[in-house]
């Protein structure tokens, strides 16, 4: 008896029960990583995102997205989406489609962080502008920062600020508005320690106001030295820009050389309108005006001066105080108070109350700065430091100050503690009349208005409010004003205001959709304007934030992870964790090709030799 047909017949029908109970096994192929490369990244940097993406996952094999012939979806086990790029395009490509990572690349973008500029400034003063730029690395290329109008576009001053090591400073990181601050001028950043090798840097710009009124800047920032890098990054500030006329009155209570040679230096100066009133002996007074580039007529007196200069302190009377501390008080004046020795007790002791310290003395001459302006002096008072006091000028060894103001009411009191000064005013590096200049321009531009308003947006998108407060200054407050706010454009809109306190009102008013608009304020009393002012307000579109915490919180929500730079590794893990965990394709060996022909091999050859058996 011939055993091979029915062994070839067994064996083809356990492969044909093999085939159908087979439980198959688990697909040993690489996991997939899906990655999507958010925002307009040049082709150099969509490669160098793949490659690290590669690197840092060894274990899965990376797919572009923006690649379909790359995609084979029907022998991917388990597959997993990753978003890769700076922090806005991040959050956006989110917000569209679900991922199960997100990655911050390192794209040599940068981000300003602050814009430190003075509210108000005059016409044709220099300005310093100092813009804070974060996520810039250290010791490589340099920090480009334009400024530019935002209405024109014209550009209006540039610095290329090269990078500087780390050395522990912070500038800030929030945009705002402060007081003047004079600052040696530089173009050079300070580097501050960031996070991931990256630093924040503070730039200087000079910049200089051609014309009166509101200006809007849009300031720039980014890498010159970077190939094929994202755009910059930008942020718009606002600085009210006054008229170049200053009204200055010096009084000399007796005479001295430091008030003689202050008004000297702003004597038949080009916007400057002075008046001076010397007192010789008591009831013995002699005025002289000039109104530098205008008539004489038009200098005004003490009660339209902006800045008062005042020496001989010792000569005050109280008569004298009571009239200064009602201009700086109620009025919003800035008093300079001139010392030309260790002042002695006195009733102007009312209008500076901290103590002056005591005399210093150099042996060689020291340097001190106004407004980027050099002043030398060998004699100085040694200002001990106050919380109500504020340096405004100090010394370039030691940062000693000799110029400090204190806030008393809505004004300023000033004390120049530089007491001889005026006599090295012929040194070839001083700029003893430029610095007079500047400190008179600045103290003029902090004069408040009669009515002064604040203007800001919340919310975003349809639900954006316009807030407005309002503040008078507090001789206007004495008549009892009535004071409205109006949104001007297509149409008038008012803004409903409420009083919260003695000169300050405060409303709010839906956004309306123009890109722009303008708030004007008006207080009214006895049917008198007495005080108007005007805002100018970029609403633009709402921007998406650009901080990678946004976009952590968003992945948390929606059950992602999210890595910044130099955290890949930890994160790629857990997704390779949870991927671990999902049932993908299932590989059967028994309905395979190859073994289905085996099979039919086996009951072929079995066939054709139960045929030759039977034709035997």
Same mark, same amino acid.
């Given at each position: ?176 508005? /402060? ?15 960031? /996070? ?76 400057? !309108? ?29 009660? /339209? ?259 910044? !730079? ?51």
């Amino acid at each position: 008896m011939n055993l091979a047909p029915h062994v070839l017949r067994v064996l083809g029908m356990v492969g044909v029960i093999a085939g159908i109970v087979d439980p198959g096994c688990r697909d040993a192929a690489r996991q997939h990583l899906h990655v999507r490369i958010a925002g307009d990244v040049a082709p150099e940097a969509r490669t160098r995102a793949l490659q690290a993406v590669a690197s840092a996952a060894p274990w899965a094999v990376v797919i572009d997205e923006a690649d379909p012939a790359s995609i084979h979806s029907d022998t991917t086990p388990a597959v997993a989406t990753v978003v890769v790029g700076p922090a806005a395009p991040v959050l956006r490509a989110l917000e569209q489609r679900r991922a199960d990572l997100a990655l911050e690349v390192d794209d040599e973008a940068v981000t300003i962080q602050a814009i430190v500029v003075p509210g108000r400034v005059v016409a044709g003063m220099r300005t310093d502008i100092r813009v804070g730029v974060g996520d810039v690395v250290p010791n490589r290329g340099v920090v480009r920062v334009t400024v530019r109008d935002a209405d024109s576009g014209v550009e209006q001053a540039r610095v290329d600020a090269p990078l500087p090591p780390t050395n522990g400073l912070n500038p800030g990181r929030s945009i705002q508005k /402060e007081g003047w601050t004079p600052d040696p001028a530089s173009s050079r950043g300070v580097s501050t320690p960031g /996070e991931e090798g990256r630093e924040h840097v503070t730039v200087t710009v000079p910049w200089m106001a051609t014309g009166e009124g509101p200006h809007r800047l849009l300031v720039e920032a980014s890498r010159p030295d970077v190939t094929g890098g994202p755009p910059p990054a930008s942020a718009v500030a606002s600085i009210d820009v006054l008229p170049s006329d200053v009204r200055v009155a010096v009084l000399e209570a007796r005479p001295t050389w430091s008030a003689r040679f202050a008004r000297l230096a702003l004597q038949d100066v080009d916007g400057v !309108r002075l008046t001076t009133d010397v007192r010789l002996a008591p009831g013995v007074a002699v005025r002289t005006t000039s109104a530098g580039d205008g008539d004489a007529s038009t200098a005004g007196g003490d009660d /339209e001066a902006q800045v008062r200069i005042v020496g001989g302190l010792d000569a005050l009377t109280s008569e004298d105080v009571a009239a200064l501390a009602r201009a700086v008080r109620d009025r919003g004046r800035a008093v300079v108070l001139l010392a030309d020795e260790v002042p002695a007790p006195g009733p102007w002791r009312r209008l500076w109350p901290d103590p002056t310290g005591s005399l210093r003395q150099s042996v060689s001459l020291a340097t001190g700065r106004i407004g980027g302006h050099a002043w030398k002096m060998r004699e100085w008072l040694d200002l001990p430091p106050s919380t109500a006091v504020t340096p405004l000028a100090s010394l370039d060894a030691g940062s000693t100050p000799f110029v400090a103001g204190r806030g008393l009411g809505a004004g300023r009191v000033v004390l120049v503690a530089a007491l001889d000064a005026w006599r090295w005013r012929a040194e070839d590096d001083a700029a003893y009349a430029a610095g007079w200049r500047a400190l008179v321009q600045r103290l003029a531009a902090d004069v408040p208005e009669p009515v002064e308003s604040t203007v800001w947006v919340t919310g975003h998108g349809r639900q954006r409010w316009l807030h407005v407060a309002v503040a008078v200054r507090a001789d206007v407050v004495a008549r009892d004003p009535a004071v409205a706010a109006v949104v001007t454009g297509d149409d008038d809109r008012p803004v409903p205001l409420q009083r919260v306190a003695s000169g300050t009102w405060r409303g709010a008013v839906r956004a309306p959709e123009a890109a722009g608009v303008e708030i004007t304020t008006t207080a009214t009393a006895a049917a008198e304007v007495v005080g108007r002012a005007q805002d100018v307000v970029d609403l633009g579109p709402f921007r998406r934030p650009a901080a990678w915490l946004d976009v952590t919180r968003h992945q948390v929500w929606r059950g992602g992870v999210a890595a910044p !730079r130099g955290q890949w590794s930890d994160a790629l893990t857990q997704v390779r964790t949870r991927l671990a965990g999902v049932e993908g394709a299932r590989w059967y060996m028994t309905r395979t090709w190859g073994f289905a022909a085996l099979v039919l091999a086996l009951l072929g050859t079995e066939w054709i030799l139960r045929r030759l058996n039977g034709a035997r």
